[in-house]
């Protein structure tokens, strides 16, 4: 029943390392974004795919990249990950053209050690 | 391009007790705007929304915020807290556009004491 589910929740890895971050969302939306929360609880959008369109990249390094492989699913990638990727990452989706509000995932905590 | 100020980063307030919390935003076009909770450890809930109409809109858990244009505010306001009401607020905006990106306030933690 779980309309936009994140895995994994928490996420604990070393310096240097890849890994990735996957969601879901069973609503129907055409919309998906990537959130990401700070330490200070700072909410900033990173991306937007629209019908597996991206359509937002915000100021992101490289090492992020994301992926649609359809309208369901919007995965983050992260490479060499670095002790200032440390944050809370949300997924959200939306159907824009009929209802903009967002609905959001239950994050996943990265902590890069 | 749009922007969203929480004027109150901590709110204290005693069980049973009326709470407002403010927001403001700046746009040059038209906008959507939106109030979140975000309970620990939790992903955010949307509490309200304001679209168009009726400039008093309503909301779960007994939340209602006002949208003034000329004032381009967005107040939340609850009349009784409970202490489950503890966790952050957001308050979010959003212009008429392709992409709908939202931006958000820095959030305000409304602590409920008993």
């Known amino acids: 029943d779980t309309a936009v589910s994140q895995t994994p929740k928490y996420l604990v890895t070393q310096m240097g390392n890849d890994k990735s971050i996957k969601c879901e969302q069973n609503?129907?939306?055409?919309?998906m974004y990537w959130y990401k929360q700070d330490s200070k609880k700072f909410l900033k959008i990173m991306f937007s795919y629209n019908n597996k369109e991206l359509i937002i990249n915000e100021t992101v390094p490289n090492r992020f990249s994301p992926k649609s492989p359809d309208k369901a699913h919007l995965n983050l990638h992260i490479n060499s990950l670095e002790l200032g990727d440390s944050a809370v990452y949300f997924c959200?989706?939306?159907?824009?053209?009929?209802?903009?509000?967002?609905?959001f995932g239950q994050g996943t905590r990265l902590t890069v050690v | 391009a749009q922007s969203v100020t929480q004027l109150d980063s901590q709110v204290p307030v005693f069980e049973e007790a009326p709470v407002e919390l403010r927001c403001n935003y700046s746009s040059s076009v038209s906008v959507y705007l939106f109030w979140y909770v975000q309970y620990p450890n939790q992903g955010l809930q949307l509490l309200l929304k304001?679209?168009?109409?009726?400039?008093l809109v309503k909301g779960i858990n007994g939340f209602e915020a006002e949208f003034n244009k000329s004032q381009t505010s967005f107040h939340l306001r609850k009349p009784s807290v409970h202490i489950s009401d503890t966790a952050e607020y957001f308050c979010?905006?959003?212009?008429?556009?392709?992409?709908?990106?939202?931006?958000f306030g820095a959030g305000t933690t409304v602590t409920v004491r008993a």
């Open positions: 304001y679209l168009s109409g009726s400039t």
């Open positions: 609503l129907g939306h055409d919309t």
């Open positions: 959200a989706s939306s159907r824009v053209r009929e209802s903009p509000e967002a609905f």
């Open positions: 979010a905006v959003t212009e008429f556009s392709n992409d709908y990106k939202l931006s």
